[in-house]
């Protein structure tokens, strides 16, 4: 039977945030601040005959949570709410809080609990050496993921330390 063979070592760093990132508008200003700027100067490149941003998005997703409370309240009832967009997870979150069958059957008023709010986004990006790795931001860490040298980390944390939400 064939052995497997190493053919390449990958590494993972994350950093955990100081404190989480305060909402989904600064979260997103973020993200669209590394697509816009490029800080770890990444290049296109072709893939698949596509030709690719230097920095894409590669998957996010956001969940809002809303809490029921009865009328001293107390919480009787959540839910949790996944969407691809923080627009689309917005618009659901409207429409769940103003639904009001929905409200009489968990027996409590509708309450967006934003502080619990989860948010996701996942960059691919391609370095100057031709390496494709991801960096991955959460409200409470950023992942640099897949990559091989040491100067694609550097050149995230020196950014992310120059970031404020991401201390």
Same mark, same amino acid.
């Given at each position: 039977?064939?052995?497997?063979? $190493?053919? @390449?070592?990958?590494?993972?760093?994350?950093?955990?945030?100081?404190? /989480?990132?305060?909402?989904?508008?600064? !979260?997103?200003? #973020?993200?669209?601040?590394? *697509?816009? +700027? +490029? /800080?770890?100067?990444?290049? $296109? =490149?072709?893939? &698949?005959?596509?030709?690719?941003?230097?920095?894409? #998005? &590669?998957?996010?997703?956001?969940?809002?949570? *809303?809490?029921?409370?009865?009328?001293?309240?107390?919480?009787?009832?959540?839910?949790?709410?996944?969407?691809?967009?923080?627009? @689309?997870?917005?618009?659901?979150?409207?429409?769940?809080?103003?639904?009001?069958?929905?409200?009489?059957?968990?027996?409590?008023? /509708?309450?967006?609990?934003?502080?619990?709010?989860?948010?996701?986004?996942?960059?691919?990006?391609?370095?100057? +050496?031709?390496? #494709? =790795?991801?960096?991955? !931001?959460?409200?409470?860490?950023?992942?640099?993921?897949?990559?091989?040298?040491?100067?694609?980390?550097?050149?995230?944390?020196?950014?992310?330390?120059?970031?404020?939400?991401?201390?």
């Amino acid at each position: 039977m064939a052995d497997f063979i $190493e053919t @390449s070592n990958t590494k993972t760093a994350t950093r955990k945030l100081a404190s /989480p990132i305060a909402d989904a508008a600064t !979260f997103q200003s #973020i993200i669209q601040s590394v *697509i816009d +700027n +490029n /800080p770890f100067g990444c290049t $296109e =490149y072709i893939q &698949n005959n596509a030709t690719h941003s230097g920095v894409e #998005i &590669n998957r996010e997703s956001y969940t809002a949570k *809303i809490v029921f409370e009865d009328n001293a309240a107390e919480k009787v009832g959540s839910l949790s709410i996944k969407c691809p967009t923080v627009s @689309s997870m917005d618009s659901a979150t409207g429409a769940i809080v103003a639904d009001a069958d929905l409200a009489v059957a968990v027996g409590g008023d /509708p309450a967006r609990d934003a502080e619990n709010d989860t948010y996701s986004c996942q960059l691919k990006c391609h370095d100057t +050496n031709t390496e #494709i =790795y991801y960096v991955t !931001f959460s409200r409470e860490t950023v992942r640099v993921s897949s990559y091989q040298d040491d100067a694609i980390l550097a050149k995230v944390e020196t950014w992310a330390d120059t970031v404020t939400a991401l201390a």
